[in-house]
């Protein structure tokens, strides 16, 4: 059974609040009976010492049959619970209230104690003393009726107070601990009445300064963040289902209007199947390029890195690309050869970063124009590789969204180009996978400038690769 945190808070404190007062309690208990039997030994020590005072003045003068009757009269000395022996152990007075007990009987040593004599409970001082060149045993004792009715009367209003002060505690526990809460539960509430139609709303947060404001803060920016999330993956299907709708609708309207013509031959069979073909192609494409962005988004990329010769990679990728360039009248500029420059990378992804950017400055690039790649290490000795264009360029106000998915700059492309504006996001996070930052500069009707740097981690390898 789950026991609510506002209970288990209220039993742990009442739990403590018990020990601490039944500590509390035998402490000031003790601390009283004490104090108690301070007194009264403090009382007993003064009677004790009248009762001396008195016989060093009398002993000798009186004999103890008169100095008995003395001392039976002197109510100050409660000659009732007073007893004197010799040394012999003869005693020579004895109260009526004190006999037959055996208190302060020690054999000469001063003590005191507490006995039971009848229905009574006495303190008892026994000492020896010597008077006059005699030695004495003397006994005096005080009941404890009074300190005693004293010390109950305490213990039964402690024990009687507890149950009532521990249900007061048990309900100021209960209302605290609901007040501490209080904030939690609003947030509680306010978490479960979000759901995806409501994902811009949020919590409340108390101005307290504690945790609950921290946690409050803290839920706000999970919902900041899965709305983001949500947000984006809206978007990405939008774009997503936009960009499949157009080469599925070519699709179906070269199929349908190749069945609806009754006088097609073989070439117009022909020409809808390379039309369905090529969109077809397309399609894939895109599919692809999706496949690969989702496994970047779900993390589940995981490349295996390898020393990879930055120089050698990029001239692969240009090798690859130049045959489209000719068709297109644009030159690709490679620098001569220099020696090896290594990354900790993944080969076939960093190839298809090159790609990626050569074929944007293919698309972007009108007859004419160059391409051309760069390689080198920045002052701090990071490794780098930069493509360059002639093309249209990118203004401005687009550089900073240029990364984004199916982000697209209609003015710069050239017409007999169509993509779906996923390119550079992919390359984006193949360098973002390698750890390296991707920089673009770019002015209108100047061309377009990428680099990727890498980390200077990335270019340590063995000094036996070659």
Not at 294 to 322: K, N, P, Q
Not at 379 to 408: A, K, M, N
Request: glycine share 8%; net charge neutral; aromatic share 4%.
């Amino acid at each position: 059974m789950r026991i609510p945190i506002r209970i288990r808070l209220t039993a742990v404190y009442c739990s403590a609040f018990l020990v601490v007062i039944a500590i509390l309690a035998v402490g000031t208990y003790a601390s009283v009976r004490a104090a108690v039997h301070t007194i009264v030994d403090h009382e007993l020590n003064s009677r004790l010492d009248g009762v001396d005072d008195h016989l060093t003045r009398h002993v000798q003068r009186l004999g103890w049959p008169e100095l008995s009757k003395s001392l039976a009269l002197h109510p100050a000395f409660h000659p009732g619970l007073l007893r004197i022996a010799d040394a012999g152990g003869a005693v020579l007075f004895e109260g009526t209230s004190i006999r037959g007990s055996s208190g302060g009987r020690n054999g000469g040593t001063p003590a005191f104690e507490t006995i039971s004599h009848g229905d009574q409970r006495l303190r008892v001082l026994g000492v020896r003393r010597t008077i006059q060149g005699q030695t004495y045993d003397l006994t005096l004792g005080t009941d404890l009726l009074i300190p005693g009715a004293i010390l109950d009367r305490l213990w039964l209003v402690m024990l009687l107070s507890i149950p009532a002060v521990l249900l007061a505690a048990s309900w100021a526990g209960y209302w605290i601990s609901g007040r501490a809460l209080e904030p939690v539960s609003a947030i509680i509430a306010a978490a479960r009445s979000i759901d995806s139609t409501k994902l811009n709303e949020r919590i409340a947060v108390p101005n307290t300064g504690d945790e609950i404001q921290q946690l409050a803060a803290t839920t706000n920016g999970m919902l900041d963040r899965i709305e983001d999330g949500v947000r984006h993956i809206r978007q990405f299907t939008a774009d997503a289902s936009h960009e499949l709708r157009t080469p599925v609708a070519i699709i179906r309207a070269a199929a349908e209007v190749t069945l609806l013509n009754r006088s097609a031959n073989e070439r117009t069979y022909r020409d809808a199947l390379q039309r369905i073909l090529h969109e077809s192609e397309q399609s894939s494409k895109l599919l692809e390029d999706l496949l690969s962005l989702a496994r970047a988004d779900s993390g589940a990329e995981r490349l295996e890195h390898e020393a990879v010769d930055l120089r050698t990679s990029v001239t692969a990728a240009c090798a690859r690309i130049m045959p489209l360039a000719r068709t297109r009248g644009l030159a690709v500029k490679i620098p001569p050869h220099q020696s090896a420059l290594w990354v900790d990378a993944n080969e076939g992804q960093l190839r298809r970063l090159w790609l990626i950017l050569l074929d944007n400055g293919l698309k972007n690039t009108p007859a004419g124009g160059s391409i051309q790649v760069a390689t080198g290490t920045t002052q701090d000795g990071r490794p780098f590789c930069e493509v360059i264009d002639t093309g249209v360029g990118i203004p401005s106000e687009h550089l900073s969204r240029i990364f984004q998915r199916f982000y697209r700059v209609d003015k710069a492309r050239v017409r007999s180009e169509r993509g779906a504006g996923l390119g550079l996001a992919i390359a984006f996070e193949i360098a973002t996978l390698h750890d390296a930052v991707i920089d673009v500069q770019s002015e209108p009707d100047r061309g377009a400038s990428f680099r990727v740097t890498f980390p200077r981690r990335h270019a340590v390898v063995m000094a036996h690769v070659s």
